[in-house]
């Protein structure tokens, strides 16, 4: 339900969406074009099938991605890869960064259909996603077609934090949809796990802003700015919004009236808003000039009081050759952006006191000494007054920000592992174009419908103790596996037999249980290696059958029981591979004594995920373990020998997947 209702919402906003980018095509006319990409109808080639997706809505997440664009890129030129983005000027930077090394194009609108025709083009085995750029079709459809899903560089403001927790019914969902989700700090890994991110997918790899390299050229035109502005102090207002671009014109008269040769280079963060700005300097009585404006051998005007940044990727080029940066979206509550790049440069930092988006940096910018936080002009006069009467001062304080930048450094490395890691973890998969046949395109290779028959298999064993279904063990080139045919339980049983409903447009039941054992091994939990899953359809039913490998040397824990008794460690280490399951929000719903397997190297293994979750929580957890306590005393009562002492042996299986899951 959550999902047709987000839907049917991402369907009217989109309707909305077309006439706002026609409006925002008056002064930028590239939102006018390339429409098809935002519908998911404009072809890919073919190569572009079967690799990496990765998202970056704007130019700020295309830069932070770029080290780990570039790491992928070298680290699997097998697999291609697709970066997408929603607006023109991050598309440009994609362009004139990668060129023909990666394929391109917008992401579509979130509705079903063009998420659909998106990933049928591109057919991803993973989809990665920049920052906070959760949408949930795009998620869910994706985790759905078995591509890994991976956040990196995930922040989550305590407003938007709460802004999502409002939205309980469609959050729980889609944080269920993420394979790994890889925060930048810690205060956004606990908001995350307060909305009911599994402990065991979420993980603090910090911000990949901190790895992202200069823009190139950026040292030249760095030496090209200060020529052109001829020797002059110069304070950057980086990333300004309406409401704080009249603000700090109000403080630009006390301060030239110290120091006369004062230039505030002025960047609005949106260049749509050029034009409007300009107006407002018209307004100020200042005397000003466009930075497009400007030859390349020219120098600034000297009665020039402010320079209007109306050219794009010059912003880190301005951080560098300015004495002073102002960070905006901080003296109206839009949160602030980020003060990255300035900390690279070693450029001392001004802001407003509303950076929300970027608490945790500032706080440590703050701490180090990095950072002054001013509320409103006269604390922005004052605080600048200070810095330009002390250069060194503030020399000392840009220096700090940037050793701040040099020890948060890495980020891009633990995202890259952890993206190879899962990628290492998770086949491709092979489906048929009905959709009734899925298989492990590595170990099940030229899979047909009929290897999930009994009889395709010579010499095919039935399976001692499978409870109400059928199953065989079978034996294939490359493995051992088991076969299970899914058969109902109860009156439903007794009136359909093994028939299912079928569901339209959706993951029946086998494919369903596949897919979810590719994403937990990826996800290291000890399931058997899914092998290939077949639906049969007969009218409004449908039959299910799975194919797994075998478990080498395995016995169920009942069996185990009927022999001889488990040590204490033993009982500890099936705790733990429960919580394991747990701690990365595995609801299991049938875990029983028959369901957990023992093999010969004392490994613990959890078997038959029919009907299970990636949504669990604490209250499902415990469900699991009171299910499998039940079926323990349910044995005891009807099976001797049983080698089994609740109150020696219970307790054990606790302590382990309490830390377990205190672990996560």
Known sequence: ?????????????????????????????????????????????????????????????????????EALLAARPDLPLTLTCTTPTASALIRDRFGTRVHHCYLPFDTPGAVRRFLAATAPRALIVMETELWPNLLRLAQARGSAVVVVGGRLSERSARRYARFAWLTRPLLACIDALLVQDVATRERFLALGAAPARVRMTGSPKFDSPPPPGSEMLQARFRAMTAGRRVWVAASTHEGEEAMLLDALPALRARWPDLLLVLVPRHPQRFDAVAALLDR????????????EAQTCAAATAVLLGDTMGELHAWYGAAELAFIGGSLIERGGHSPLEAMACGTPVVSGPHVFNFAEVFARLQAAGGVVLADGTDALTAALQVWLADPAAARASGERGR?????????????????????????????????????????????????????????????????????????????????????RGGHAGRVLGDRYAHVPGGIARAPAEFLLLRRLRAWGLPVPRPLAARVTHHGLFDRCDLLVERIAGGRDLAQRLQQAPLPPARWQAIGAAIGRLHAAGVQHGDLNCRNLLLDAEAATWILDFDGSRADGDAAAAERDLQRLLRSLRKEAGRVAPWHWDEARDWPALQRGHADAVAGA
């Open 284 to 295: 100020s009585g200042l005397a000003w000039q466009r930075r497009s404006a400007i030859a």
């Open 1 to 69: 339900m959550s999902a047709w209702l987000y839907s049917a919402a991402a369907h009217l906003l989109r309707l909305a969406a077309w006439p706002m980018l026609w409006w925002l095509g008056r002064r930028t006319p590239a939102f006018r074009e390339r429409w098809a990409e935002r519908r998911g109808r404009a072809p890919l080639p073919a190569a572009a099938r079967g690799g990496i997706v990765l998202h970056a809505v704007s130019m700020g997440e295309v830069t932070a991605a770029t080290p780990l664009v």
């Open 403 to 487: 050793a701040l930048f040099e020890e948060e450094r890495g980020a891009g490395a633990r995202s890259l592992a952890a993206v190879l890691a899962l990628l290492d973890r998770l086949p491709p998969v092979a489906q048929a174009a009905d959709g009734r046949l899925w298989a492990d395109a590595e170990r099940a290779a030229g899979a047909t419908p009929a290897w999930l028959d009994a009889a395709h298999w010579p010499g095919a064993r039935p399976v001692q103790g499978s409870g109400r279904g059928s199953a065989w063990f079978v034996r294939g080139d490359r493995f051992e596996a088991v076969l299970r045919h899914y058969r």
